[in-house]
């Protein structure tokens, strides 16, 4: 039988589901009607989205967004590295099974090893900053959590005085303090016979630490475009649309490169199962699958950015032109982006369209200009096109 914590569960996954199959249907989501205020005649209806994070439509919008707010995140002049810390295949099945209390305590050994890691490299205390998002799968679908963190590449010395930058990071170092930092984590959030011995397998398995993904370099390549290279694997989907090559009402095939072979390799699976494979990732009700931290933490940004600046100018070489400024994107901007055509220009007179009807499927008419133009809301008698 399922408990009352089950059935609440089902239904935040069905909900996520049914918002997915529904987006971009107007009549089911609500939409916001456009229409020219000169002719009366040209009309642009744009359906609302579901936001939500299985959705496949929703995902570019999400990435461009985020690329967007973490460009603006980032210090002139700090070097930012793209650096991935993984779990290891024996512990997958147990952070699926206990994601409500061990995803949140993943997030934070993950600072607390980069801190020590950069500590222990300079040979004095060190705090640095991070830009961390969890990733719940793998290519094929499969449970595989790992973090994906834009971390700096040096920190503080604490008073904010000074910045040490780290141009050569060990990764022998690495991957043995975060074996230490996560297996310790696991060891107290758990608190089991079995998770211990399982512990107890795993340093003896990895004698030499845990496997991380660190770019390496004083200065790595890519580093300007660092946050629109790392959005493409941590805010989209488990699967991109292109990766789904047929699907017939039943049964859905798709692909993915596989890591240990680098071949491309398909698979057909029910359509419940492929379902199954893409909600198993999606993160408790409530967690915060980005987090900001030490010197990146929004509550202190501002604060911070001009101590920052100023530690900054002390270090000889400092790196300029270290961030690129991405702007947000609007509706109307990234739909003439991806089309060549202004929606919101009127294709009989040319003129802009405004505003003419909102409406949601739960609250109705939230908007109408055709009520305001009757309450006699506008001073202006000059004649207005009708409906």
């Known amino acids: 039988m399922f408990s009352i914590q089950d059935t609440n569960t089902i239904g935040y996954y069905d909900g996520l589901v049914a918002k997915m199959l529904a987006c971009g249907n107007p009549e089911q989501m609500g939409y916001v009607e456009y229409r020219c205020l000169q002719c009366g005649q040209g009309t642009h209806r744009v359906a609302m989205s579901c936001k939500s994070s299985l959705c496949l439509r929703c995902a570019k919008v999400s990435v461009d967004n985020w690329v967007s707010q973490v460009s603006q995140m980032l210090h002139e002049g700090v070097i930012y590295r793209h650096i991935i810390l993984t779990v290891p295949a024996m512990f997958r099945t147990t952070f699926s099974q206990n994601a409500a209390v061990l995803l949140s305590a993943f997030m934070r050994c993950g600072v607390q090893c980069l801190d020590e890691f950069y500590s222990d490299v300079r040979g004095k205390a060190l705090k640095g900053g991070s830009i961390t998002v969890i990733h719940t799968h793998g290519r094929h679908g499969q449970s595989h959590p790992h973090r994906h963190l834009i971390a700096t590449s040096g920190g503080d010395d604490g008073q904010g005085e000074r910045w040490e930058p780290l141009h050569d990071l060990p990764y022998a170092l690495l991957r043995r303090t975060w074996q230490w930092h996560l297996l310790r984590m696991v060891r107290h959030t758990l608190k089991t016979e079995a998770i211990t011995q399982l512990v107890d397998t795993c ?34 989907p488990p699967i991109a649309v292109r990766r789904i090559d047929r699907y017939d009402g039943a049964r859905v095939t798709y692909h993915d490169r596989s890591h240990r072979t680098e071949r491309v390799e398909h698979e057909t699976v029910a359509v419940e199962t492929f379902i199954g494979r893409m909600v198993q990732h999606t993160v408790p009700k409530g967690f915060k699958r980005i987090r900001y931290d030490g010197v990146q933490a929004t509550k202190t940004f501002a604060k911070v950015k001009g101590v920052m600046q100023a530690a900054l100018a002390k270090v000889a070489g400092m790196i300029k032109g270290a961030v690129k400024i991405i702007a947000r994107l609007t509706y109307r901007q990234r739909y003439e982006q991806s089309t060549g055509q202004d929606p919101l220009i009127c294709p009989h007179c040319r003129g802009e369209m405004g505003v003419w009807r909102l409406w949601h499927p739960t609250y109705g008419v939230i908007y109408d200009e055709v009520q305001v133009i009757k309450r006699g809301t506008y001073a202006s008698s000059a004649q207005r096109a009708g409906p």
Do not use: E, I, M, W
């Open 203 to 236: 340093f003896r398995t990895y004698p030499n630490g845990l496997v991380p993904n660190v770019q390496q370099g004083a200065v790595p390549s890519q580093y300007q475009t660092l946050a629109r290279d790392v959005a493409k694997y941590v805010v989209s």
